[in-house]
C-alpha cells in the first residue's frame, strides 16, 4: 500500500538520542568526557596532562547549524550511487536548507511525502560538509585564547582548518577566553576535505565507520557531483574538495510505516560530540579552537 502525505510535516526533534558512535572529523582524536573531568561548580578541570590519551575531551556545544538536502529511508542498504533512488525522500532540497540544532529546539520541515507501507531497514541523510557550532564553557583553572585569559572560553568566528595550535601561530587561534561569559558566541566553521578514519587504520580518509548496541553507521565525504572525494589515504592536502557528508544507518529496529503513520522524528545528537583541545605552554593552558565532532541522527515514527 502506497500512504501519501500532502504537506506531510517532518519534524526534526533536536534532542539527546544517543545513536552512533562520534564521528571524529578533524583527528583530534578526543575520546575522553570533559564531564568525567569537572569540579563541584560543574567547570571542566580536564588540562594538558590529565591523560597520556588525548589533550582533548568531548563536551557538548551550545548549537551546530547544518545544510540539509536529503533524507531518505530505504528498505534495503544503499550505496553512494543509488541512494537517492533506493531510499524513499521524506526531505529533499537542492539548494538545501540550513537547520541550527540546539539541545531544546525543534523545526518542522514542509514536504509532500510519499511512502510505501512496510519496513524500512536503513536511512541515508546528505548534508554540507560545511558545518558549524558555537562553544561557551567555563574551566577551572583559567585558560588563555587567542589574547585573552580567565575561566570562560568560547567560539569566536572562524574556519578550524586555517587554525595552526602552536602558541608561536596563536594568532590564528579562533577560541577567546575571559573572566566573564561573553555577550555573544562567535560560529566555528568546519570544511573537511577528509576524515579521522579508525576504520581506515587511524588516519585521514574519505570514510568511517562505527556499530553501537542499536546501530551500525558508515560516513562518506563527496564530491559536488555526489559521487566518493578520493585522496591518499593519511594524506589529508591529496585529498580533492569535497562538498557533503553522506551518512547511511542500519536500524536494529526497523521503522514501520503504517496507514496510521502521523510524523516522522529524525534526532540529531549533539551531547558530548565536539571537544575542546587544551595545550600547555611554559604553565599555561591554552585552547587554541574548538573541534569539531560529528552529525548522529534516529528517525522514529509515531502515529
Known amino acids: 500500500m502506497v500512504i501519501k502525505y500532502w504537506n506531510f510535516i517532518t519534524n526534526f526533534i533536536f534532542t539527546l538520542f544517543i545513536l552512533i558512535g562520534v564521528i571524529n572529523f578533524n583527528g583530534a582524536q578526543a575520546q575522553l568526557l570533559c564531564s568525567n573531568y569537572t569540579n563541584a561548580d560543574g567547570d571542566i578541570t580536564f588540562i594538558d596532562g590529565s591523560s597520556g590519551i588525548s589533550t582533548a575531551c568531548n563536551l557538548t556545544p551550545e548549537s551546530m ?50 511512502l510505501t507501507e512496510g519496513s524500512y531497514t536503513h536511512a ?38 586555517t587554525v595552526n595550535s602552536n602558541f608561536a601561530q596563536r594568532s590564528t587561534w579562533i577560541a577567546e577566553c575571559g573572566v566573564e561569559a561573553p555577550a555573544t558566541l562567535g560560529t566555528h566553521t568546519s570544511n573537511q576535505n577528509a576524515i579521522w578514519s579508525e576504520a581506515s587504520g587511524n588516519r585521514f580518509d574519505n570514510y568511517e565507520t562505527g556499530t553501537t548496541a542499536s546501530t551500525s553507521w558508515t ?30 544507518q542500519k ?53
Not at 538536502?69 to 528498505?75: Q, R, S, V
Not at 567555563?138 to 569566536?156: D, V, Y
Not at 562518506?220 to 572525494?229: C, F, G, Q, V
Request: aromatic share 12%; net charge neutral.
Open 65 to 114: 547549524t547544518i545544510n540539509l538536502h536529503f533524507i531518505g529511508l530505504c528498505t534495503a542498504e544503499p550505496t553512494i550511487a543509488n541512494f537517492r533512488t533506493a531510499c524513499s525522500s521524506i526531505f529533499t532540497s537542492n539548494a538545501g536548507e540550513s537547520k541550527t540544532i540546539t539541545t531544546t529546539t525543534s523545526a518542522n520541515l514542509m514536504n509532500d511525502v510519499t
Open 124 to 161: 541515508a541523510i546528505l548534508i554540507k560538509n560545511n558545518i558549524g557550532y558555537t562553544v561557551k564553557k567555563k574551566f577551572s583553572p583559567a585558560r588563555s585564547g587567542k589574547t585573552g585569559t580567565g575561566e570562560w572560553c568560547w567560539t569566536l568566528d572562524g574556519e578550524t582548518t
Open 251 to 303: 536500524f536494529n529496529t526497523a521503522v514501520s510505516i503504517t496507514p496510521k503513520t502521523a510524523n516522522l522524528d529524525v534526532g540529531f545528537r549533539l551531547e558530548d560530540t565536539f571537544s575542546v583541545e587544551t595545550k600547555l605552554n611554559a604553565g599555561t593552558q591554552y585552547i587554541p579552537r574548538f573541534g569539531l565532532g560529528g552529525f548522529e541522527f534516529k528517525v522514529l515514527a509515531s502515529e
Open 219 to 248: 560516513v562518506y565525504l563527496l564530491k559536488a557531483d555526489e559521487t566518493i572525494n578520493t585522496g591518499t589515504p593519511g594524506n589529508y592536502g591529496s585529498f580533492g574538495t569535497a562538498s557533503y557528508f553522506l551518512g547511511i
